[in-house]
T-cell receptor, first 110, second 117 residues
Framework: QQQVKQSPQSLIVQKGGISIINCAYE??????FPWYQQFPGKGPALLIA?????SEKKEGRFTISFNKSAKQFSLHIMDSQPGDSATYFC?????????FGSGTRLSIRP | GAVVSQHPSWVICKSGTSVKIECRSL??????MFWYRQFPKQSLMLMAT?????????EQGVEKDKFLINHASLTLSTLTVTSAHPEDSSFYIC?????????????FGPGTRLTVL
């Protein structure tokens, strides 16, 4: 069974700080690796995504980094804001598998 | 961006009854739709994948006779929870892939909160 290990389970960051969330995977045969943001009672919304031929992608305050040798993806949120408080999920997606990470509850303290 | 709607947004039903949840892609054709279940403070668990015009593929441990999925058109998929029981109470979320786009991106619906009494 393909595993996706997401960490940390919860994270508290001061406003203006950097939030870092990681996902480690086992199989290299992925073709798409997105991060989703979910607010309570809502469906997940795509935040940022990366393909295997790119090592880093930045969109505004959000950066996704890919470490192929470590089989790890990271989401960095710069200048974290209270509105970023939500649960974040990574998603492993290949031709045959779709697996969500366990989620990270992020709280930004004002 | 692509929009996926779900109806109803919440439903309360009695044990033993059946409940139908609709998932619609509003501005694109979805050749593939996915159904997820999410329990409180947990991650999303994929229940099944449905392709328009063919039978759904269920994940291990998901009863196909209990969770009936129909993907009759390129913009509509339905999930029917048959003979619902309290343990079926959960947040059900659908997603869809744009069949015309060269992308694996999934667009998620807002979810349906099911409570079985």
């Amino acid at each position: 069974q393909q595993q996706v290990k997401q960490s940390p389970q919860s994270l508290i960051v001061q406003k203006g700080g950097i939030s870092i969330i990681n996902c480690a995977y086992e199989n290299t045969a992925f073709d798409y690796f997105p991060w989703y943001q979910q607010f309570p009672g809502k469906g997940p919304a795509l935040l940022i995504a990366i393909r295997p031929d790119v090592s880093e992608k930045k969109e505004g305050r959000f950066t996704i980094s890919f470490n192929k040798s470590a089989k790890q993806f990271s989401l960095h949120i710069m200048d974290s804001q209270p509105g970023d408080s939500a649960t974040y999920f990574c998603l492993y997606s290949s031709a045959s598998k779709i697996i969500f990470g366990s989620g990270t509850r992020l709280s930004i303290r004002p | 961006g692509a929009v996926v709607s779900q109806h109803p947004s919440w439903v309360i039903c009695k044990s033993g009854t059946s409940v139908k949840i609709e998932c619609r892609s509003l501005d694109f054709q979805a050749t593939t739709m996915f159904w997820y279940r999410q329990f409180p403070k947990q991650s999303l668990m994929l229940m099944a994948t449905s392709n328009e015009g063919s039978k759904a593929t269920y994940e291990q441990g998901v009863e196909k006779d209990k969770f009936l999925i129909n993907h009759a058109s390129l913009t509509l998929s339905t999930l029917t929870v048959t003979s619902a029981h309290p343990e079926d109470s959960s947040f059900y979320i659908c997603s869809a892939r744009d069949g015309s786009a060269d992308s694996n991106e999934q667009f998620f619906g807002p979810g349906t909160r099911l409570t079985v009494l």
